[in-house]
């Protein structure tokens, strides 16, 4: 399969642990994202990464969240001590880069959906 | 005020019918724009990207105006699959903003 894909698919968690989220985006992809989406809304933008450096992050990644890309290659998201808001589905995407000008199309994942009891 | 604005919906129309979709956005600063399609319980994927001289795709035909900072999205002859959330699309330097989606139900 050469799609992005997410592990876990589902996870509940209690109010207080730590989570963590792994996503593998397509093979030639250097270009990464997070997002969150709850019901209703559009996907909100987390993080970016180009290559194994975080060029961007959204005000909503508090201080409790945390992303790594450390080879470039797969990418982790944390949250730690997880409150009931943070329930959502999380999803990954990725793109390439190419030459400028170019608009290139993220491919997202099919998401992690978490549930914080 | 969301940076990337949209209609909700939901939009319910017959098979056959156009329906058209309108899209703010707020950053004069935004550098390109796209629609995607997101089906119930699923990711979303791109339909179309948006360029100020209109591009059309089959059925679809979407335009930006930048003067206005407002984008479309024209879908003639609807079909029964073409129901899902069409969601408005802003790049910004790093930054992907989608607005929050309008609903489409077509009806046979």
């Known amino acids: 399969d050469t799609g992005v894909s997410q592990d876990p698919r589902h996870k509940i968690t209690k109010r207080g642990q730590n989570v963590t989220f792994r996503c593998d985006p397509i093979?030639?992809?250097?270009?990464l994202y997070w997002y969150r989406q709850t019901l209703g809304q559009g996907p909100e933008f987390l993080t970016y990464?180009?290559?194994?450096?975080?060029?961007?992050k959204s005000r909503l990644l508090s201080d409790r969240f945390s992303a790594e890309r450390p080879k470039g290659s797969f990418s982790t998201l944390e949250i730690q001590r997880t409150e009931q808001g943070d329930s959502a589905m999380y999803l990954c995407?990725?793109?390439?880069?190419?030459?400028?000008?170019?608009?290139?199309?993220?491919?997202f994942g099919p998401g992690t959906r978490l549930t914080v009891t | 005020r969301k940076e990337v604005e949209q209609d909700p919906g939901p939009f319910n129309v017959p098979e056959g019918a156009t329906v058209a979709f309108n899209c703010t956005y707020s950053?004069?600063?935004?550098?390109?724009f796209f629609w995607y399609r997101q089906d119930c319980r699923k990711e979303p994927k791109l339909l179309m990207s948006?360029?100020?001289s209109g591009n059309e795709d089959g059925r679809f035909t979407a335009q930006l105006n930048r003067a206005s900072q407002y984008i479309s999205l024209l879908i003639r002859d609807s079909k029964l699959s073409d129901s899902a959330t069409y969601l408005c699309?802003?790049?910004?330097?790093?930054?992907?903003?989608f607005g929050a989606g309008t609903r489409l139900f077509v009806k046979a």
């Open positions: 948006v360029y100020s």
């Open positions: 699309v802003v790049n910004r330097g790093f930054k992907t903003i």
């Open positions: 950053n004069s600063a935004s550098q390109s």
């Open positions: 995407a990725s793109s390439s880069t190419g030459t400028a000008g170019r608009v290139y199309e993220q491919y």
């Open positions: 990464f180009q290559n194994e450096a975080q060029l961007e």
């Open positions: 093979s030639e992809h250097n270009r």
